[in-house]
């Protein structure tokens, strides 16, 4: 089974930065795109960023030019690295992936979630 570890998340002013991590764990095959998810209080999940395989990337225009989706895929974790946060930054950020696992099934997992509080 495949499990996803978040860690980072955390109180920080307007204009921080922070760091968040998740590692892939479990027995697969294959990781393939990893996808950070935003969910703010009150509003519907939002695709924040997304990065696969071969590092290409893709982020939300609200976010471009702030934050920036990396990955280690000797260590099957992405990175968030947001700076210039803004109060609507705050949310709980998930990290989300997919691959084949060890029978080659698809497979979809989730982390469980790391709240950033964006707050002077």
């Known amino acids: 089974q495949v499990q996803l570890v978040e860690s980072g998340g955390g109180l920080v002013q307007p204009g921080g930065s922070l760091r968040l991590s998740c590692a892939a764990s479990?027995?697969?095959?294959?990781?393939?795109?990893m996808r950070w998810y935003r969910q703010a209080p009150g509003k519907q999940r939002e695709l924040v960023a997304t990065?696969?395989?071969?590092?290409?990337?893709n982020y939300a225009d609200n976010v471009k030019d702030r934050f920036t989706i990396s990955r280690d895929n000797a260590k099957n974790t992405v990175y968030l690295q947001m700076n210039s946060l803004k109060p609507e930054d705050t949310a709980v950020y998930s990290c989300?992936?997919?691959?084949?696992?060890?029978?080659?099934?698809?497979?979809?997992?989730w982390g469980q979630g790391t709240l950033v509080t964006v707050s002077s």
């Open positions: 989300n992936t997919g691959g084949a696992a060890t029978d080659f099934r698809h497979f979809e997992v």
């Open positions: 479990g027995s697969f095959r294959r990781i393939d795109a």
């Open positions: 990065i696969i395989r071969t590092g290409t990337t």
